[in-house]
């Protein structure tokens, strides 16, 4: 592996399932764009839940699974900091898991339009960073790597609905 975990030896089994939460089931240890993996697998995670359990989507179930996902991604987030050796290691991909699934909360039909365009604003604030999402990626540990993607979310749910109004999309 080359990192400082595995330098250290042996990890623990809390340690590996922080890693596997962390990264994205391994897609953030895509050799290109990882968060863009990461988000991209959050598409397919909504997608699963509005075919398998659609009602997941409804709002009170879809922001208590963005609830546990974001406690469970600071945990798992500040494990992978150690584990790689560095800060917010590119490798860390539930933020944009996560930040994905905020952007599409309360879009309940199956849009491929709405889908698309919602991937791509996430995308553009996570990676652009407007006021104040910089200040608050300097917050410690994995409150600052979930944190951020999840005040980028949120520019992104706002766009993205402003948009869907305008143009009367379903």
Do not use: C, N
Not at 5 to 13: D, I, L, T
Not at 61 to 85: D, Y
Request: neutral net charge.
């Amino acid at each position: 592996m080359g990192t400082a975990a595995s330098q250290r030896g042996a990890h623990s089994v809390t340690d590996r399932v922080a890693i596997v939460i962390a990264t994205g089931l391994g897609s953030g240890y895509s050799p290109f764009a990882s968060g863009t993996a990461g988000s991209a697998l959050s598409v397919v995670l909504w997608v699963a839940l509005h075919l398998w359990f659609p009602t997941a989507l409804h709002i009170p179930t879809h922001l208590a699974l963005i609830f546990v996902l974001t406690v469970v991604g600071i945990w798992a987030s500040t494990r992978s900091e150690s584990w790689f050796g560095e800060v917010d290691p590119s490798q860390t991909v539930i933020d944009e898991i996560v930040g994905q699934q905020i952007t599409y909360l309360g879009l309940v039909s199956l849009d491929w339009k709405s889908l698309a365009l919602g991937f791509f604003l996430f995308r553009l604030f996570d990676v652009w960073k407007p006021f104040p999402i910089r200040k608050i990626e300097r917050l410690r540990g994995g409150t600052g790597i979930m944190m951020d993607d999840v005040a980028a979310a949120i520019y992104a749910f706002i766009v993205l609905f402003a948009v869907r109004k305008f143009l009367h999309w379903q």
